[in-house]
């Protein structure tokens, strides 16, 4: 299953850059700087939605499910590489479980 290209979208933002242009620049940091980390321990990410709100849902696959290293992975990876690059946006992360 190919996860990495599922996602809803909403149009309305909170501030700063409309959600529709955000979510796919957000999809790229991932896809570049994070998923080849992740996907090296054998789990992967999905990008579930990007709420008007800006909190972006991921899921975690594969062996980062149960991991106790995964809450890390989110916090120091995904999370300060989104601040990063988008560091006008206050975007928050949402794990959803599988």
């Known amino acids: 299953m190919d996860t990495t290209k599922t996602a809803a979208v909403s149009t309305q933002s909170n501030g700063g850059a409309p959600v529709s242009e955000l979510f796919p620049r957000i999809q790229t940091c991932i896809d570049e700087k994070i998923r080849p980390f992740i996907q090296l321990d054998g789990g992967e990410i999905e990008l579930v939605e990007l709420t008007p709100g800006k909190v972006l849902k991921v899921r975690l696959h594969g062996a ?16 300060n590489a989104i601040n990063e690059e988008f560091p006008e946006e206050d975007i928050q992360l949402l794990l959803l479980e599988e």
């Open 64 to 79: 980062c499910v149960g991991c106790m290293a995964s809450s890390m992975t989110l916090q120091y990876g995904v999370q």
